[in-house]
């Protein structure tokens, strides 16, 4: 059953997971053709997102195989249980020698190995169960451990493909719009920046041509008053 199941679920997580990022993928497009980014970015996006698939289909694979493998591992408790009941049995029979070899095999196993697996008494039939139980309680408890560890595999494979692809689409989509957005800004500090200096030339300008304007009065207005006096000395005189 737990080989059945596997299978088909990987199969759908990987078509659920293509699915989902072919989505992203689509409604990424659009927003890019809206704001008209290059098709550079455009290509870049579509090459990106079939990598991503590739990796992550062959990475759920590699998960997979390895799960089935140590399902496997964990299956063999129970040969091991078996393996610990008979082997005192399996090991009186190797010790037999000489021309009784046969004849006392026969018997050992038809005293103990026989009735144990065809009639068992009572107290040998409740140590079978008990020792079977204890092994299905361990190969149960293996189980959930591989499921919760493959679990954190293929939660911690997301992360980084989501993380993988939120680089990727950054790169393509916002950081051309940061770059563009931050020359422009320098654009428009440059043009404020001349604004600025020159309006800071032109006042600076009107006030030497107003101070000029100012001493060349004051010395037109002290010639008037020379020549005032010097009319008024031939006068005198």
Request: glycine fraction near 4%; proline fraction near 3%; charged fraction near 25%.
């Amino acid at each position: 059953m737990f080989n059945e199941k596997v299978p088909g679920h990987f199969s759908q997580l990987k078509g659920d997971l293509a699915e989902i990022l072919e989505q992203y993928h689509r409604r990424a497009i659009a927003l890019v053709e809206r704001r008209s980014v290059t098709k550079e970015s455009k290509d870049m996006l579509d090459k990106a997102l079939s990598i991503c698939c590739k990796s992550m289909g062959e990475q759920l694979g590699s998960l997979e195989q390895s799960m089935i493998s140590k399902q496997k591992e964990i299956n063999r408790m129970f040969a091991e249980t078996i393996r610990t009941k008979l082997m005192p049995t399996y090991e009186e029979c190797a010790e037999q020698k000489g021309e009784s070899l046969h004849p006392t095999m026969h018997r050992i196993l038809s005293s103990d190995l026989i009735p144990q697996v065809l009639a068992p008494s009572p107290e040998g039939a409740r140590n079978s169960v008990n020792m079977l139980q204890t092994s299905a309680r361990r190969v149960t408890k293996g189980l959930t451990s591989l499921l919760e560890s493959t679990g954190a595999d293929i939660e911690a494979l997301i992360d980084t493909t989501v993380d993988q692809v939120s680089r990727d689409y950054r790169i393509a989509i916002i950081d051309p719009r940061v770059r563009k957005l931050s020359q422009q800004q320098i654009e428009l500090k440059n043009k404020i920046t001349n604004i600025i200096q020159t309006a800071e030339t032109e006042v600076h300008l009107d006030q030497h041509l107003g101070l000029s304007n100012h001493q060349e009065l004051s010395a037109e207005i002290l010639k008037h008053e020379g020549v005032a006096n010097i009319k008024d000395e031939n006068m005198q005189a």
